[in-house]
């Protein structure tokens, strides 16, 4: 869900105190007292660094909070519904393919002082067709090639300078049988990342600016044969260079994370968060070198933003309106941006007088920032599955590179196309939670559990995308209910209620993680049971009883439990190791990554084979409807 024109990165050259009082004007105070914010989150963590930060320093306002990842089509939606939240922050979306039609919705900052916060070469890349700006942009990171030099100095292989040593020093780790360059090819963002990183130099060319411009207005956003046919032909070269192969294709972070720790990895795709890789039992040295060109000239490194705020275009005029601009002008101050830039692996900010140090493993990049060599990746949905596609299927099927870009340009328009409806909901629920709970989470959470055949259902809130709308729906729609990307549903058929009563308490006190939670619109959702939650003058929050159906949950009783986390190995993790569950074993392992052995090791915790997205989208397929909702919660 998010994406430009060329990076011209100079910010990192404005000293700190160009700050000036800028930062220190916005200590909390009484901004926004007796007033109530809705804030859209693109990802969980960000309850901690957005979400604590709006709360110390407006501790006057009152804020719910939403998470969603499902981009620009599930906000529009809540704007037709009239339901757009009032603050949203950390879709990077700047095509405007993905935000046009959205546009209409949200405030235009021109008239503000906001507008000058910002460096004009960025900001440029957010402007509507109209010159309106709707979208102000954050932090960025910095990605290119991570190299494990101690692979290098063992091996004696020499470290790459250009694209030409690239594929000797890939080659000769081959003689060893360890791969050169390997990355998580199954997913479409490395896909993408790899169709455009690989290709920079193609597209600082008249012909890739050209492109840029098309996508960033909607216009003809096909690849012309020359440079489309360029990219492609260097894209073979690369599959071919790095040996990667049809198995390849279903190959994700974990089994890649894994062997780059084994040594069976010498190079992978990675941002400039290297601390995250350095350690005891991990790597020790390893450096970030770019995607590379024929010559160093033509070696870049990519940006794009970690996130992006715009407001609803209702605060236009209303007694909130400046405070939510206070609100915007504290997102972008020096501190609250290098807050969100530690979670969001930020290394460069669009803000003039803002300034992200690069850390010290990542210096050597300074260079390519003074000379403005880091492109700004055009990063729109359209562009995820078109890259996915063909590439999948030049390795796959053997496709030629005319054909990959024919295949490419296909897909890329494709999804313009009107989708068929196959669903009809009768009846709109608001994700806000009342007193008895959110009952658009609360209906959501109750299908699931009836498709799960499960007594009782666990689901933390982020798996929850937005409100439900009464009205027809295609699949895409359907699918942007729900954040499940490759969850399952798991149970635990032999759950005890004391067992039940120690996990929901984990979740809803929290774990001692980055999104615990911060509001009740952030607080888990129950089916089949209830919690009684209060909170104390801290904003903590304490699990007070569980009751079914009214009666108190029997700490001795065997229940059918099931539970959907999004991440599966963050909060219940966190939650069965201190519950020193046997399923913590389980919940080693990422989602995405299982094998057949495992699938039989660890089948008994699975309630259904299927993610639960397939899960959803079959149900509704079959003429399924969905559930209303209870109440699940008291307060």
């Excluded at 067709?129 to 102000?136: F, V, Y």
């Excluded at 360890?178 to 990342?193: A, C, E, L």
């Excluded at 999104?515 to 619109?521: A, H, K, L, R, T």
Aim: glycine share 8%.
């Amino acid at each position: 869900m998010k994406r430009r024109l060329i990076a011209f990165i100079c910010a990192l050259a404005i000293s700190l105190c160009g700050l000036g009082g800028f930062a220190a004007a916005y200590a909390a105070d009484d901004t926004g007292a007796g007033m109530k914010f809705t804030v859209m989150l693109s990802q969980d963590h960000m309850y901690d660094s957005v979400g604590r930060t709006l709360e110390e320093k407006f501790p006057g306002a009152e804020f719910e909070f939403i998470t969603t990842r499902t981009g620009a089509d599930t906000i529009l939606m809540q704007a037709h519904s009239d339901d757009l939240p009032d603050i949203i922050v950390g879709m990077p979306s700047g095509t405007r393919y993905d935000t046009d039609d959205l546009n209409q919705y949200l405030y235009d900052f021109n008239g503000t002082d906001i507008p000058g916060l910002f460096y004009k070469a960025y900001l440029d890349n957010y402007k509507s067709k109209d010159g309106s700006i709707r979208w102000l942009p954050g932090c960025a990171a910095l990605e290119g090639v991570m190299a494990n030099l101690d692979l290098f100095e063992q091996y004696g292989v020499d470290v790459p300078a250009d694209y030409a040593s690239f594929a000797a020093a890939c080659e000769k780790f081959a003689q060893y049988g360890i791969r050169g360059f390997g990355t998580d090819w199954k997913y479409d963002y490395s896909d993408t990342y790899a169709l455009q990183g690989w290709n920079i130099a193609a597209l600082q060319t008249v012909d890739g600016l050209k492109w840029r411009s098309a996508m960033v207005t909607g216009s003809d956003m096909r690849l012309n044969d020359e440079l489309g046919l360029k990219m492609f032909t260097h894209m073979q070269e690369v599959l071919r260079d790095t040996g990667v192969n049809i198995d390849d294709m279903k190959r994700g972070y974990t089994i890649n994370y894994n062997e780059l720790m084994e040594g069976k990895v010498a190079m992978t795709r990675w941002d400039s968060s290297l601390h995250s890789v350095k350690g005891e039992g991990m790597l020790n040295n390893v450096v970030l070198l770019p995607y590379f060109g024929e010559n160093e000239n033509e070696s870049w490194y990519f940006s794009s933003p970690a996130y992006c705020v715009a407001l609803n275009g209702k605060l236009s005029g209303d007694a909130r309106e400046e405070a939510a601009l206070e609100i915007v002008r504290t997102l972008f101050t020096q501190d609250v941006i290098e807050r969100i830039a530690a979670n969001n692996g930020g290394a460069i900010t669009y803000v003039k007088g803002a300034h992200l140090e690069l850390a010290d493993e990542v210096k050597n990049i300074q260079p390519y920032v003074d000379t403005n060599h880091i492109y700004m990746i055009i990063d729109s949905g359209n562009i995820y599955s078109a890259s996915q596609l063909a590439i999948h299927s030049m390795v796959e099927d053997g496709t030629s590179p005319e054909d990959a870009l024919a295949m490419f340009n296909r897909e890329l328009t494709r999804v313009m196309d009107v989708q068929p409806v196959i669903a009809h909901i009768d009846n709109s629920y608001s994700w806000q939670p009342a007193e008895h709970g959110s009952p658009a989470y609360s209906a959501i959470a109750n299908t699931l559990r009836s498709i799960n055949g499960v007594d009782m259902l666990l689901v933390t809130a982020d798996a929850f995308a937005t409100s439900v709308y009464a009205g027809d729906y295609t699949e895409a729609q359907l699918s942007d209910l729900l954040m499940s990307g490759g969850t399952y549903c798991h149970e635990c058929k032999q759950a005890t209620g004391k067992y039940i009563r120690e996990l929901t308490r984990q979740l809803v006190e929290g774990v001692g993680a980055t999104d615990d939670p911060v509001s009740f619109s952030t607080l888990p959702v129950s089916s089949g049971f209830e919690m009684q939650i209060s909170q104390d003058a801290d904003g903590r929050f304490h699990l007070d009883g569980l009751t079914v159906n009214g009666a108190p949950l029997e700490d001795d009783k065997t229940y059918y439990f099931g539970h959907i986390d999004l991440h599966a190995t963050a909060n219940l993790s966190r939650a069965y190791k201190a519950l020193d569950g046997d399923l913590e074993r389980q919940l080693e392992y990422a989602e995405d990554e299982w094998t057949d052995e495992l699938d039989k090791a660890f089948d008994v915790y699975k309630c259904n084979k299927d993610k639960i997205l397939d899960q959803w989208l079959s149900y509704f397929k079959d003429g399924g409807t969905l559930k209303a909702p209870s109440d699940y919660m008291s307060r």
